[in-house]
Nanobody
Framework: QVQLVESGGGLMQTGASLRVSCAVS????????MGWFRQAPGKEREFVAA????????VYTDSVKGRFTISRDNAKNTVYLQMNSLKPEDTAVYFC??????????????????WGQGTQVTVSS
């Protein structure tokens, strides 16, 4: 069935860069907006970034603007999150998720249908 598998997490130092990936199978990848969410210890899962099916439109939460870049490769059924200038506040489990067709890019968990299991990103100071 549908599977989303994140990879690329790790332990990083403040200011470092890291790219996490999400490989998708079991759905028509190019037909979905793809999003990244994260959940820090003891905190609510929050929206990070999303990219429309065409790759021509992206949305970011304010705390990562200018540091993170979401991209996708539809031929590889993969979505990426490039994280630069990492901060300890970025420490979280990062999840990718797919949103069914919509005119608007969703920011809410409820707008996404399929989810991966997450990859841990830890940023030390």
């Amino acid at each position: 069935q549908v599977q989303l598998v994140e990879s690329g997490g790790g332990l990083m130092q403040t200011g470092a860069s890291l790219r996490v990936s999400c490989a998708v199978s079991g759905l028509t990848f190019s037909g979905y907006t793809m999003g990244w969410f994260r959940q820090a210890p003891g905190k609510e899962r929050e929206f990070v970034a999303a990219i429309r099916w065409s790759g021509g439109s992206t949305v970011y939460t304010d705390s990562v603007k200018g540091r993170f870049t979401i991209s996708r490769d539809n031929a590889k059924n993969t979505v990426y999150l490039q994280m630069n200038s990492l901060k300890p506040e970025d420490t979280a489990v990062y999840f990718c998720a797919s949103q069914p067709y919509s005119f608007r890019i969703g920011r809410a968990e409820s707008e996404y249908e399929y989810w991966g299991q997450g990859t841990q990103v830890t940023v030390s100071s």
